[in-house]
């Protein structure tokens, strides 16, 4: 017999979707059919359909009796590590939140007389809470108060097979409130992804509770869709006629909305270029952007960053676990690139194929930059990301392009994040705050939806137009513009005495204009390249490592200031312009910003990558004349930091980022066939005339 002093009822994004018992060895469920309304057979419970992990959370619970919860820090016995939050969301004495800080998607419990009454999770577009009855009050479900409630049941209205303008059709799914009928107008909810429509399109039937059409598909050439899948190439074609197909049909209102990370936001954007007007909201989450400027071809370069990716969707249906090797130094060796699939998987992908065949910023590329389209699109948009998204140039993109537009109704949120969003407080061993994950977003894209597809005042609009996390401070803070309106672009130049080395103290960084300084040199081997630190299987590209030991190498060229006698914020964009010269027909220059520690520990903070060939535009290649100083002007990744006082601010220049990119040959024969290779003589330039330089967005108080 199952105890009610064990259960806690189980909500999913402020729904109640079941009831989870917590016995010695197992976790029953007893889930809420949203189909009937009715109570389904207490089972062992799975994390089939529970995002929660169910084991974790029963080993916290069990261990959580053997210790006291009257201190800040508090140890379990199998080491998980919790510590009290001193801001929560209940002001309450008797109640207290703590959290897991270094666990990857932590699990937070709130503690009531020395007993867990709750337990919290967040991943990047929902949330779980589970509460034991009678104390929601005292948990996050109190943020779901002022958005549409959960009044309905679903109906499923089956596989729709939705014709393309080329007469592809496109498997499609559709969901409604049972008790409309089907000629009541709803506005709706659009999911499209390579993904698996069913499986994205259950986990957000909590839209269809709340009074919303919801429809999920599969892109062209994934799954039971027809068509050849060919990444981004046919989104905004797509995109176009699905919307236009929506809103035909008797149970659509003409207003819809999107929602969906990575791929699921770069479908709605390309949805936007197409101008169509039944498109009223979108919400945006670590969105890929243009193919030149994001992936799979980011400053001009091929990213190997990306084969995971690549790999796990190789057949119609995803398969994660081919992102999952440990062979990945001699995968990234094979040559000539376009072989790769063959060699590795033995056999030809369609898609690599065809990338491999476009190397300039041609209209293939071209057809799948929606950033483009800048003056169709004029949508709502709620634009999430993280400093540490390896798609953060699609926010970038997005951002910029509705501000050059002065589209209304914009808002950005940027956390101290990884393309995961809003699931961890540590990455990489690099630590957070205690509130790096916030547990009002999926609460945000409600009312986002609420206001736009349903006219509902709830004001969301009206608050701060940018929410961003300060690094090092590990406070939010807001703003009204991106980069903040408080923000003043400074240039720190690059200084040297020829050896621009920390381990010899020449290579220096200040705000004063270089004399004639002598110039820095390296040599840059394509079979040897810099690493870029970053593990390919992980599927995060972007992450803030420590580059200490890199730049030590002789391929790498470091400066930096002198330890900071007051403290620097900066947040923005980070640019470089660096006048430089190279042996080669055709090279790569890779320009990182580190924050530098009193001990010397480098972290990553922001960079940016260039391909020589590509310096004055992507569309046309034009090889480099050995020898001749060129300027490079290179924007990096956004960020926002605190360097205290003490630490150094430290710019590192090399030509390899091996993991991220595949190395340049410094051949200028077409990457795609090369098999050959030259060592590149690789020259910096800071003088009067040639002022290397990084224009860093100091915030001014």
Not at 42 to 55: F, K
Not at 234 to 252: K, R, V
Not at 272 to 291: C, F, I, M, R
Not at 345 to 356: H, I, Q, R, S, T
Request: aromatic share 12%; net charge negative.
């Amino acid at each position: 017999m199952l105890s009610d002093q064990n259960m806690f009822s189980y909500y999913k994004s402020g729904i109640l979707s079941a009831k989870l018992f917590l016995e010695a060895d197992y976790v029953y469920v007893q889930e809420k059919d949203v189909f009937t309304s009715e109570w389904k057979n207490i089972e062992h419970a799975t994390e089939h359909n529970l995002l929660i992990p169910l084991e974790d959370v029963l080993k916290v619970w069990q261990e959580s009796k053997q210790v006291s919860w009257e201190q800040k820090k508090v140890n379990l016995p199998s080491g998980y590590c919790f510590h009290l939050m001193k801001d929560s969301f209940v002001n309450n004495d008797n109640y207290k939140k703590f959290v897991m800080p270094e666990r990857k998607q932590p699990i937070d419990v709130v503690i009531h007389h020395n007993e867990i009454i709750a337990f919290l999770y967040h991943a990047r577009e929902d949330s779980v809470i589970l509460v034991k009855e009678g104390y929601e009050f005292f948990t996050p479900l109190i943020l779901w108060e002022d958005v549409s409630k959960p009044d309905y049941l679903v109906q499923h209205c089956g596989t729709h097979y939705v014709k393309m303008r080329d007469g592809v059709k496109l498997a499609t799914e559709v969901w409604l409130p049972k008790e409309l009928s089907y000629e009541t107008p709803l506005p709706a909810i659009l999911l499209r992804t390579p993904y698996g429509r069913m499986m994205h399109g259950l986990n957000k039937l909590r839209f269809v509770q709340r009074g919303f059409a919801l429809i999920s598909q599969d892109i062209r050439g994934r799954e039971e869709s027809e068509g050849e899948w060919m990444p981004m190439i046919h989104e905004i074609e797509d995109g176009d006629d699905t919307l236009n197909w929506i809103a035909s049909q008797p149970w659509s209102n003409g207003k819809i909305g999107m929602i969906g990370g990575s791929y699921g936001g770069f479908v709605q954007w390309a949805a936007a270029a197409s101008g169509n007007p039944h498109l009223k909201a979108l919400v945006s989450l670590v969105t890929a952007g243009s193919p030149f400027g994001d992936v799979p071809r980011k400053g001009g370069t091929i990213l190997s960053g990306t084969l995971a990716w690549t790999f796990m969707m190789v057949e119609r249906k995803m398969n994660p676990k081919a992102m999952e090797r440990d062979d990945w130094d001699e995968v990234l060796k094979i040559r000539p690139l376009k072989d790769i699939p063959l060699k590795v998987l033995g056999k030809e992908v369609y898609f690599w194929n065809e990338w491999m065949k476009h190397f300039d910023n041609d209209e293939f590329w071209k057809k799948a930059n929606w950033s483009l389209c800048g003056d169709k699109i004029d949508v709502p948009s709620l634009i999430i990301s993280g400093w540490y998204d390896d798609n953060g140039g699609g926010t970038t993109e997005a951002w910029d392009m509705m501000n050059r537009y002065n589209r209304k109704h914009q808002r950005l949120i940027l956390g101290p994040w990884h393309h995961s969003a809003n699931s961890t407080r540590q990455i990489h061993n690099v630590q957070f705050g205690e509130n790096a994950i916030r547990y009002d977003l999926d609460v945000l894209f409600q009312k986002w939806f609420d206001r736009f597809l349903k006219d509902c005042e709830n004001g969301v609009e009206k608050e701060s137009r940018v929410q961003y996390y300060m690094i090092g401070e590990n406070k939010w803070r807001t703003a009204e513009q991106f980069p903040p309106e408080y923000v003043v672009y400074k240039k720190f130049y690059l200084h040297s005495n020829g050896n621009a080395n920390t381990s010899s103290g020449d290579g220096f960084l200040n705000e004063e204009k270089q004399g004639n300084e002598p110039v820095d040199k390296y040599a840059f081997n394509p079979e040897d390249p810099t690493p870029y630190l970053i593990d390919i299987s992980e599927n995060e590209c972007s992450v803030p490592e420590n580059y200490r030991e890199v730049e030590k190498r002789e391929d790498v060229l470091v400066y930096e200031t002198m330890p900071l006698e007051k403290d620097v914020e900066i947040a923005g964009d980070i640019y470089a312009v660096i006048y430089a010269a190279s042996s080669a027909k055709d090279t790569d220059w890779v320009v990182r910003l580190t924050d530098v520690d009193e001990k010397g520990n480098s972290i990553r903070l922001s960079d940016g990558i260039i391909r020589a060939r590509y310096r004055n535009t992507f569309e046309k290649s034009e090889l480099l004349e050995p020898g001749k100083v060129e300027k490079y002007e290179i924007k990096m990744t956004k960020i926002a930091n605190y360097f205290k006082i003490g630490h150094r601010i430290r710019i590192s220049i090399t030509s390899g980022a091996k993991n991220l990119a595949f190395p340049n040959q410094n051949t200028g024969n077409d990457p795609a066939v090369d098999s050959e290779f030259v060592i590149a003589e690789q020259t910096i330039y800071h003088s009067l005339e040639y002022p290397s330089c990084v224009r860093l967005p100091v915030i001014q108080r």
